[in-house]
């Protein structure tokens, strides 16, 4: 795999490893242009598959679209890297139902975006109106396509802290009580409440939990210093939730599976008086994640969550192809180049406990 340098080659055999299919990673941003080319390698080095975010600068909202981009998004990979782009459309206010299930039919994408305008990076285009959405997501729900959601609300008055909760009870839960036989995947989760959410509507209703949420707190954000690089949407809430998202990875649960959301922008674009949110964990994403389960003592688990339970969900078979992990300490980097910056990578300065082995 190559990405991660180990520091120690001539560990004992006895390290604890472990092997799993190669998993996937059901919400990744990879950007457009210099930035694709710079961050791709890196997904394709721990994802067999994944989910590929329709927030570009304008937005993938059409079949044609979406086509070139996964087109663009081939053309960046490494040869033989063996990975398959998963498209989605963003979905706005003017989605018209037959271009979704065109795309859908046609095999172009697999799944639709839903982001509140406003809520996150590059949504501003997205639904202001969840309710006039109906025939779109009606006909979703005809042809077995789920739709992904930003589940945060856009209420400028709501706390940042409170934000999911809010759309969960105002806006996700009329959701599901209009469309009962969607499917729905909740995005990032952040909370111990949508944690139940997810596992009460489940198996139609899935949830992806990232890997620096389940790392990182609120508190985390202000360690020693404002972290910029820390700061993603929805933002990190309590201990208590990073607790029970940890709960729920670990629980063997098939409603919850990867989606790391490894979001890059530019080390200018986040130390910058403004930040903007996003996390680039896609080069210690399965280093993380496999920590997280080594030290809830539930390696036993991290495949379900990692490689089964997701492929699932979409109706896909599981990976050919396995992948090893090695509790062996090992670096990644500490950033990517891109033209004249770079995008600061999510854990590259420190040590980590997990290695890809390879
Ligand atoms: N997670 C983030 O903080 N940012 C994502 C958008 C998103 O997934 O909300 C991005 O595109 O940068
Ligand atoms: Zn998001
Ligand atoms: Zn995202």
Redesign the pocket.
Known sequence: MGMTELFDDAAPKDVPAVTIRRPDDW?I?LRDGAMLRAVAPFTAAQFARGII?P?LVPPVTTVAAAAAYRERILAAMPTGAGFTPLMTCYLTDATDPDEIEKGFAEKVWVAAKLYPAG?????HGGVRDLVALAPVLERMERIGMPVLI?GESTDPSVDIFDREAVFMEQSLLPLLKRHEGLKVTI??VTTAETVEIVRAHAPRVAGTVTPHHLVLNRTSLFQGGLRPHYY??PVAKRERHRLALRAAVTSGDACFFIGT?T?P?LRNAKEAACG????FVGATALQTYAQVFDEENALDRFEAFASLNGAAFHGLAPNAGTITLVRRPGRALAAVPVEDDEVVVFRGEEPLPWSIAG
């Open positions: 919400h941003h975010m927030n809520a996150t990076t590059n949504s930003h995005e990032h993603c949407l959301d979001a922008h903007c949110a996003g996390v």
